[in-house]
């Protein structure tokens, strides 16, 4: 069974940056994708970044220029960086893994709430 754990979210002011962590029970290596979704107050889930097995990257167009996600094979975990944060970034965060690039199911964290306020 494949565990995500995020850690990382907390309150911060407009402006300021967090790097959020998702930690995987086994090796990333093994998954196709991995990635960052998030979900707003009175919202549906979307699409932060991605970030592929061999380092492709993928960014929604309000993530581009601001955050930047990676993965360290050797501590099994993905980063998101983020900076320049707005209210809009409110969210909890979940990570996500997409075991091959034909599977019919995703692994899901629990996710972690990111809150920016003044």
């Known amino acids: 069974q494949v565990q995500l754990v995020e850690s990382g979210g907390g309150s911060v002011q407009p402006g300021g940056s967090l790097r959020l962590s998702c930690v995987a029970s086994g090796s990333i290596g093994s998954f196709f994708r991995m990635g960052w979704y998030r979900q707003g107050p009175g919202k549906q889930r979307e699409l932060a970044a991605t970030?592929?097995?061999?380092?492709?990257?993928n960014y929604a167009d309000s993530a581009k220029g601001r955050f930047t996600i990676s993965r360290d094979g050797v501590k099994n975990t993905v980063y998101l960086q983020m900076n320049s944060l707005g209210p809009e970034d409110t969210a909890v965060y979940y990570c996500?893994?997409?075991?091959?690039?034909?599977?019919?199911?995703?692994?899901w964290g629990q996710g972690t709430q990111v809150t920016v306020s003044s």
């Open positions: 970030i592929t097995r061999n380092g492709t990257t």
């Open positions: 996500q893994a997409l075991p091959k690039a034909w599977a019919t199911y995703l692994y």
